[in-house]
């Protein structure tokens, strides 16, 4: 089951919560899948035991909302799972300091040839004391084929990325530009002119964002005032 087929690209936001022993050391940063070919993507998360004790760690799937007619991701950890399991049975055991890459999530495609986003969120957590868990979202953006999205690149310009108060889009035609939070909640939709645009992002909050021109692919747009 864990064989990988490879994606595109990817698309991940991370949230910690109350994660007193354990840390996320390296992730993935951008999965964006193709949405017209059936094919299981996945995505990994490294993690670490930053305190003095030897934790034995499981891992729950605590939320996931699925509209792009994905199933529900299934994920390794100690075994593989299948999509209808959202508890780890057994545990990986952490020694203080050490780092594991045991976790894979995975995403099943099929070609609806959608564009659009999904959530997950994983909690690693110590078994001794479940309040001591780390909380990870994981942001799924799907689009169309990759020859659509490198003629999207292109025909369109967006810059400077990171954005500070201004952001140019240069487009060819009058097309829709939809800025979201990487959890997908829409931020701004505003219809471009042909030619070179300036929005402003003066009053958005600093972090990760996600745009779309026209339907196209989810691309990442960092503010950082």
Known sequence: MKNIVTSFFALFSL???????????EMDTVLEVNSTSTADYSFSIKVENTSSTQL???VKRAYHAMNCAYDSGYFCWDFCYGSDIDNSIGS???????IKSDFSGHVYSPSSGNTCMDSIRYVFYNGEDTNDSLSVWVTISAGPTMESVELSIVEHQVY???ARNLLNIEV?????FTLYSTLGEKMKSIRLNQGKNAISVSNMANGLYLYSIDGSSFKRLTINH
């Open 172 to 176: 060819q035609k009058e097309v829709e």
């Open 56 to 58: 034995e760690v499981y």
């Open 92 to 98: 990986v055991e952490f020694q203080p300091g050490d």
């Open 160 to 162: 400077p990325n990171p």
């Open 15 to 25: 949230v910690q919560l109350n994660a007193q022993s354990l840390s996320v050391i």
